[in-house]
């Protein structure tokens, strides 16, 4: 309904100015559009063809105008982007840019009139998109994190930092927990914001409100989330502050939390079910943006015939986790050293490698925490 009273508000624009007139949202997304004259430029026909403008073209409309402006205002040609100059207003609601209204000069002279017009029709349009906004922070969190883009989640962003101008500083800590509830999530000590995306509890914390005590490379204690809680639970690395920041932040400790269930190492380390990203050893390399490695597996042969059903890969990487140490190894596994021994024996003689060699321990560990890895749902914009 909001759509179909959108573009009635730019057919009349477009038909009182004789101008070709667009809608875009913060991200650039085109909303609505009127039928373009013949001085409809190729930026104009990119952005209805794509339904959005390109970076490069937004990039170029940002630098003027802002929150802060009051009415019409110009946005210079650019010949290298293919684009003549424009006459825009923003759509603010409560101080935040939800869009913006642009029309082609074209080549007759702009009135006062013409302004006027433009501005009304800028109000009616910032009224429209606003009555369909949700202002619930949660929910508008649940949109930043959850943005294919940091370009598509400058839109609630700016609708959510008005609510909790906390975001744009450094040094918050975001936390996920693979099952968490909303009633979690109003409980936490501490909370800045909250949301559940993917069944996954989300929450942006004050500095200190998680805290850890490391020691040896484990996480012993952590605090700030609901008492008594072995729900797997990643912490991600203090945000630098920003749309960027909280972003990365959330989505290293949504795949923390996720390598805590897939690796049981990586919980028992902590004892807590606890994994902050920076903890997080290899995987950190392994879902990088980088990627995880190609090639040959090294690890294919332990994958047939009786090796396989002896558990040898579980053997092999329980050893290799815990150091190679033969004692620790054993007890883990429930084993006689001997039995151990002659376990780690058959791995080598299956995958004709020497165990005793350094370099062939680490090819080993990094095939084996890979196949982990390839068990992470990466979140939306990861290594952006």
Not at 179 to 188: F, K, P, T
Not at 274 to 301: C, E, F, I, M, N
């Amino acid at each position: 309904m909001a759509g179909a009273r959108l573009q009635v508000v730019v057919d009349e624009l477009a038909l009182q100015l004789g101008r070709g007139v667009t809608v875009d949202d913060a991200s650039g997304r085109l909303m609505a559009y009127s039928a373009q004259g013949q001085d409809v430029d190729a930026a104009r026909v990119q952005a209805i063809l794509g339904r959005t403008s390109d970076a490069a073209v937004l990039a170029w409309e940002s630098r003027f105008g802002s929150a802060g402006s009051r009415g019409p205002y110009e946005i210079p040609a650019n010949p290298d982007l293919g684009m003549s100059s424009r006459r825009a207003v923003l759509l603010v609601h409560r101080g935040a840019v939800l869009g913006r209204v642009t029309v082609l000069s074209g080549d007759r002279p702009w009135t006062t009139e013409d302004d006027d017009l433009l501005a009304r029709a800028g109000e009616q349009a910032a009224a429209l998109l606003a009555a369909g906004l949700s202002d619930d922070p949660d929910q508008l969190l649940a949109q930043v994190v959850s943005a294919r883009s940091q370009r598509e989640a400058r839109g609630p962003w700016s609708r959510l930092v008005p609510q909790a101008p906390a975001l744009e500083e450094p040094g918050l800590v975001a936390v996920a927990v693979l099952g968490g509830g909303a009633e979690a999530g109003r409980r936490w000590p501490g909370r800045l914001v909250w949301t559940v995306v993917d069944g996954t509890l989300v929450v942006v914390t004050a500095a200190g409100a998680v805290t850890t005590t490391a020691g040896g490379g484990r996480h012993t204690e952590a605090s700030g989330g609901p008492s008594g809680t072995r729900l797997p639970t990643g912490v991600g690395d203090p945000s630098v502050g920003g749309l960027a920041g909280v972003r990365r932040a959330v989505g290293q400790a949504r795949v923390a939390a996720q390598l805590t269930r897939l690796d049981p190492a990586l919980a028992d380390r902590s004892g807590t079910g606890l994994l902050a990203w920076a903890d997080a050893g290899v995987y950190r390399t392994l879902v990088g943006p980088g990627g995880l490695p190609t090639g040959s597996d090294p690890l294919a042969r332990l994958e047939s015939g009786a090796d396989s059903e002896m558990g040898a890969q579980h053997t092999l990487e329980v050893w290799l986790d815990h150091g190679c140490d033969v004692r620790s190894t054993a007890a883990a596994l429930h084993l006689h050293r001997s039995s151990l021994y002659h376990r780690l024996e058959r791995v080598a003689h299956a995958l004709g490698v020497d165990l005793s060699d350094g370099l062939t321990r680490l090819d080993l560990h990094v095939a084996l925490k890979a196949r982990r890895a390839r068990g992470v749902r990466l979140p939306p914009g990861w290594g952006a």
